[in-house]
C-alpha cells in the first residue's frame, strides 16, 4: 500500500489510497494507544467524534476484537440543542447506531441536547470528563475548520470554559445540509453544544481522521495556514500528540515529495 507520511510543526500525517484503508489505520492506531492505555488503566476515558469523515473508522474499530471495550468510559464531543434523540442527524442516534449497541463499553455519556438548563448540563458533564481524565480523542475537521463545533467565529483558543452552546455558521449548517443530514440549511439546528477547544487539547493523544475531496481545501488550509481562530484545524500543528490520516481526495491539494510536504 502507498503511504506518505511527514509532519508539519508537531502534527503527524499519514496519507493513506482511500477512505476504507485510511479508516483502517486511524482504528489501528486507537487500538494500539487503547492496549498500551490498558496495561495500567481499568477506566479509559475516550471521546469520539461523529459524522461522516468518521464512518470507516467507527466500523473497523468495533469490528476489532482486541479492544477491551469494557475499560472504556465513552464521551462525545457536541450535540445541536434542541433535536430529538431520534432525528436522523442526532449525534446521540448516530452513536447508538455505529459504536454504542455494537461494543460492550463500560458506560458511555451522551450530551442530551433537549436539556431544559444548559448551563448546568455543562457543568454536569464536564465534571464527569475531567473524572474520566481521557486519554484519548477521536476527531475530525469540518469545512469551516471547526474542531467539534468550534466554528471561526466562536473558536477561543484560550476558552476560560470547558463546554459552551455555540451559534453554528451557515457554513457548518452548508455542510451538515450537502452531508445529507437535513434537507435544507434552514433546518439545521441554530446552536449547539461543543466541547472547547482547550477541554479538546487536555487530552493527550488525539486521531483526527478527514477523508473525502469535500475535505481537501480544509485539509490545505489547516497545514498551511498561520495558526489563528480563522481556521481553528490550524492549532491542531501545536498539540503535543496527535495524528492526521487523510485519503488521496482529501490530499489532493497537497504537494507530497517522498516525506516531504509542500501545501502551495
Known amino acids: 500500500m502507498n503511504i506518505h507520511r511527514f509532519q508539519v510543526d508537531a502534527l503527524k ?18 487500538a494500539r494507544i487503547l492496549a498500551h492505555l490498558g496495561m495500567t488503566r481499568d ?32 464521551f462525545h464531543l457536541d450535540e445541536y440543542v434542541g433535536i430529538d ?8 442516534k448516530y452513536l447508538r447506531e455505529n459504536l454504542t449497541t ?8 451522551e450530551i442530551d441536547g433537549n436539556a431544559s438548563d444548559l448551563d448546568e ?28 463545533f468550534n466554528d471561526p467565529g466562536e473558536a477561543d483558543f484560550r476558552d476560560p470554559r470547558e463546554m459552551k452552546v455555540v451559534k453554528l455558521d451557515s457554513a457548518c ?14 433546518d439545521v439546528p441554530e446552536r449547539a453544544l461543543t466541547l472547547t477547544i482547550p477541554t479538546l487539547f487536555r487530552i493527550p ?25 480563522r481556521c481553528p484545524a490550524t492549532i491542531l500543528r501545536t498539540h503535543p500528540d496527535a495524528t492526521l490520516f487523510l485519503d488521496t481526495e482529501s490530499a489532493s491539494q497537497l504537494r507530497i515529495e517522498a516525506t516531504a510536504f509542500s501545501a502551495g
Open 43 to 74: 477506566d479509559i476515558g475516550v471521546v469520539f467524534a461523529t459524522g461522516a469523515s468518521q464512518l470507516d473508522t467507527l466500523r473497523a474499530l468495533v469490528g476489532r476484537s482486541d479492544i477491551s471495550w469494557n475499560k472504556i468510559t465513552g
Open 13 to 30: 500525517v499519514e496519507i493513506y489510497p482511500d477512505s476504507k484503508s485510511c479508516g483502517r489505520a486511524a482504528a489501528e492506531n486507537v
Open 173 to 186: 449548517r452548508q455542510q451538515q445540509t450537502a452531508e445529507g443530514w437535513f434537507p435544507t440549511p434552514e
Open 102 to 109: 455494537r461494543v460492550a463499553m463500560r458506560e458511555f455519556l
Open 205 to 229: 493523544k488525539l486521531i483526527v481522521t478527514v477523508p473525502g475531496e469535500r475535505k481537501a481545501q480544509i485539509v490545505k488550509r489547516a497545514l498551511q495556514e498561520p495558526i489563528s481562530e
Open 85 to 92: 434523540v431520534n432525528h436522523p442527524a442526532s449525534f446521540r
Open 121 to 148: 448540563l455543562c457543568r454536569t458533564y464536564t465534571e464527569r470528563l475531567r473524572q474520566a481524565d481521557p486519554q484519548l480523542c477521536l476527531l475530525g475537521i469540518g469545512e469551516n475548520g471547526h474542531l467539534a
